[in-house]
């Protein structure tokens, strides 16, 4: 059975940082790039960053390039995403989800949904 599981959600002021992790399981790691996607209140679901499982070959968004990093330890079938200067802008339920590769770092590309680690970033 597939798992993707979110943690390190919270409450932050803006500015601040929080890293959010992703633990896989019941998959290939390396067959998937692991991607993160989040959907704030009233919007639609949109890619935040991917990561390949084979080569590292890393996306970002435009609002998250420069102020999110994405990472894995494959040892551990763990993928991060570090967030730095957050704004209230960013504030939604982050999904970790898995895409056949980098290229494809997009919601409808995506075959298997984590539940969700909701971010709040106040003002």
């Known amino acids: 059975e597939v798992q993707l599981v979110e943690s390190g959600g919270g409450l932050v002021q803006a500015g601040g940082s929080l890293r959010l992790s992703c633990a896989a399981s019941g998959f290939t790691f390396d067959d998937y790039a692991i991607g993160w996607f989040r959907q704030a209140p009233g919007k639609e679901r949109e890619a935040v960053s991917c990561?390949?499982?084979?080569?590292?070959?890393?996306y970002y968004s435009y609002s998250a390039m420069g102020r999110f990093t994405i990472s894995s330890d494959n040892a551990k079938n763990t993928v991060y995403l570090q967030m730095r200067s957050l704004k209230p802008e960013d504030t939604a339920v982050y999904y970790c989800?898995?895409?056949?590769?980098?290229?494809?770092?997009?919601?409808?590309?995506?075959?298997?949904w984590g539940k969700g680690t909701l971010v709040t970033v106040s003002s």
């Open positions: 989800a898995t895409v056949p590769h980098t290229e494809k770092c997009v919601t409808f590309a995506v075959e298997y």
């Open positions: 990561i390949s499982g084979s080569d590292s070959n890393t």
